[in-house]
């Protein structure tokens, strides 16, 4: 108990040393620090945690009771502070709801209820704690060099990058505390410290465009904290307990007692992990530097949204309608942000409705709710953070080197940043094509899904499937396209940056490589936990082939990562004379010259937000509105 702690604490108390820190060496010592404290304390209760099981502990706080009551009224307080100085009426107004209802439920309606047991841990938690401490901490190091570049870019601006530290090491604080509380209170707080924080940083530029976009973010997912809210009170009232593991045992003898409580901490999970209509805050928070688009997408916000969900999968596969939910929520929004992506050339967007997309399957899966579909959900998870957190530092490095995150602008990088390229390409393999664990969770989702029969979400994979195989495999082919020899600029990277993309590409290809071990020793415990039986949609065979398969494929991706001397280099072949070689001219049939392009097709009358955003809005809606109708209509016996 005394690790979880450090975990919980350590965070903060390197957040207020960043707070109060203003010189760049300084700073990046105590990143660098705190980030090897935190990680090493993250291995060391995952290994220990893996070796004694799942473990509740006895430990009751009135103290962290109320610094819990008075951390959220600060949340609202802080969020209403801002809303009135932007004057935004939405946020002010969900701010007011959310503070008086957090202050009646901690003073009034909780008061007398003991959850002896608020600490706990087992392997889904476990998974996070390293997803939170390795992923969460290699950004931290990684936004050294980058804010250290971003703000020579912004020179003229006032320099915040000591709030910014601060904010991501209280971020990684407040995950801790939300997947290490079995205490539905304390979940409550670190649920809302991760909202605020994103709040902030996605509103670090000040600008007015960021300041729209945080408060998007905010009022969303302050609605979920409602929610949130509304359940914690109706269990409180019905089941006399905050105890969430008790929640859980009660929910699955009786799902028609937990029927509201279970739609409201749905509707919480999916604003959370940003699904359609909910999707937008988070491609507006693409507006805020690179490490905060990293540590949203891949560690931090969104997970939180899908690990409750999938702690909840035993009461999906009771009771219809909430699982009904979030199947088709989910799997409407992997299909349809699939195809989205296709029209985007902004790397970042493509990045964020892959995330989207994503996401959506895991929610989907989570609504399925057998042992089967919550194997490939964790991997999923697991694989998404790793890869997407490369992919994310990848770009913004390149965006910074090269002046632009559009793909179509991305023609020769293979030969000016050879090493970033490469660990681009791996993350996006990593995404989508065998034999790496992305696609093997995949296939084991599409099998859970034709065994439990779930024909509605076999379509939705299949055509978000094909989507997604288009718009990675038409960035893949811009980064392999290699002609001509401009400059190498690589070695203006920052040492930071490269130490965070190269420890998240070892990591990946290390995880593709073991994904044997992982399911043997982390994810089947798990299941045999919660279900009494470890199910597996894929034998023992297939994900050892597969992982054989990736060091193959590793080895031929990483030779040559440091370059060869004696490569040689051939002009590109053009359709007529050519002119120069450099800059992929030729002369034409009528004598004319002409510079060679590759572009993608992006069939945006197709496949633009324009088109497809409305269909899921109100689509997704629609399973909303009705399900809430449902729940309430049962707590009023009218259904």
Known sequence: MLAIGVLILSPLIAGCILLCCRGDISRNVIVALSSVVIAL??????????????????????????????????????????????????????????????????????????VPQSLYFDNLTLVMVLIIGIVGCSICVYACGYMEDFQAIHANEKDRRPIFFAIMYVFLSGMYLLVFSNNMSWMFTGWEITTVCSFLLISYTRTQEAIHNAFRQIIMNMAGGIAFLAAMMYVVVNIHTLNFDAFLHTGVLDPALVLFP?????????????????????????????????????????KAGVFMLIKMAPLYAVSPVPSLMLILIGGITFCLASFIAISQSNAKRVLAYSTVANLGLIVALAGVGTAEAIWAAIFLIVFHAVAKSLMFLCVGTAEHHIGS????????????????????????????????????????????????????????????????????????????????????????????????????????????????????????????????????????????????????????MLTGMHGNKQTRHIDAYFSGVAKNADLRTYVGAKGQVYAATQRNFYLDNWFGEARITPIADISTICVIVICFAIAIGHIFGLV
């Not at 007011?96 to 008061?111: E, H, P, W």
């Not at 749905?266 to 507006?284: C, D, E, V």
């Not at 065994?451 to 939705?460: C, G, H, R, T, V």
């Open 41 to 114: 304390a993250s291995i060391y209760v995952f290994v220990s945690g893996i070796t004694s099981g799942p473990q509740f502990f006895t430990f009751e706080s009135q103290i962290v009771d109320v610094v819990c009551t008075i951390v959220g009224a600060l949340l609202s307080i802080i969020v209403l502070a801002f809303s009135i100085k932007y004057k935004n009426i939405w946020a002010f107004l969900l701010a007011c709801i959310q503070l008086v209802g957090s202050l009646f439920f901690d003073l009034v309606m909780a008061s007398g209820i003991s």
């Open 262 to 302: 279970v739609v409201c901490f749905s509707f919480a999970g999916i604003t959370k992990a940003a699904q359609m209509p909910f999707h937008t805050w988070l491609l507006g928070a693409m507006v805020a530097p690179t490490p905060t688009s990293a540590l949203l997408h891949s560690s931090t916000m969104v």
């Open 405 to 556: 995150r559009n793909i179509e602008e991305m023609d020769q990088l293979f030969q000016r940043m050879p090493k970033l390229s490469r660990a681009m390409m791996i993350g996006a393999m990593i995404m989508f094509i065998a034999p790496f664990g992305m696609l093997v969770a995949k296939w084991a989702t599409l099998v859970t899904l034709i065994d439990s029969q779930q024909y509605a979400l076999i379509f939705l994979m299949l055509f978000g499937s094909a989507a997604t195989f288009a718009f990675w495999a038409k960035w893949l082919g811009k980064l392999a396209g290699v002609s001509g020899e401009p400059e190498n600029i690589e070695g203006t990277v920052h040492k930071s940056e490269r130490f965070a993309i190269g420890l998240m590409l070892v990591i990946a290809l290390v995880l593709s490589a073991t994904i044997p071990l992982s399911s043997a020793f982390v994810v089947e415990p798990y299941l045999v936990y919660v279900f009494g039986a470890s199910h597996v949609a894929l034998g023992p065979d297939m994900l050892v082939c597969a992982s054989i398969l990736t060091v193959a494929v590793a080895i031929v």
